[in-house]
């Protein structure tokens, strides 16, 4: 499995490209306080967290606050997403 850092957005927001498809699923440890959002782009995807899972296709997003471990896979082999690793918000303004 590749991990690269494809893109970061002021410091504060990171994209993730991996390369894991050929075991058709990939999964990703956030650090402890971020939040995820994935979007597919692509194809279908399955998000496995604990014992939930979600069903996602072309145009959904998924969003995790305070993220844990998770798994993505692509039950029909491939499947084009984007996640944002986000940092935790502020409650204060």
Same mark, same amino acid.
């Given at each position: 499995?590749t991990?690269?850092?494809?893109? +970061?957005?002021?410091?504060?927001? +990171? !994209? !993730?490209?991996r390369?894991?498809?050929s075991a058709?699923?990939l999964?990703?440890?956030?650090q402890?306080?971020?939040?995820?959002y994935?979007?597919?782009?692509?194809?279908?995807?399955?998000?496995?967290?604990?014992?939930?899972?979600?069903?996602l296709e072309?145009?959904d997003a998924?969003?995790?606050?305070?993220a844990?471990?998770?798994?993505?896979?692509?039950?029909?082999?491939?499947?084009?997403?984007?996640?944002?690793?986000?940092?935790? !918000? +502020?409650?204060?303004?």
């Open positions: 499995m991990k690269s850092l494809a893109a +970061s957005v002021k410091d504060f927001s +990171s !994209t !993730t490209r390369n894991a498809w058709r699923m999964g990703y440890q956030p402890a306080g971020r939040s995820i994935l979007h597919v782009i692509q194809g279908e995807v399955r998000v496995i967290s604990g014992e939930h899972s979600e069903q072309a145009g998924y969003v995790m606050p305070l844990k471990e998770f798994a993505v896979q692509a039950p029909r082999g491939c499947a084009d997403v984007l996640l944002f690793d986000l940092p935790p !918000t +502020s409650s204060g303004g």
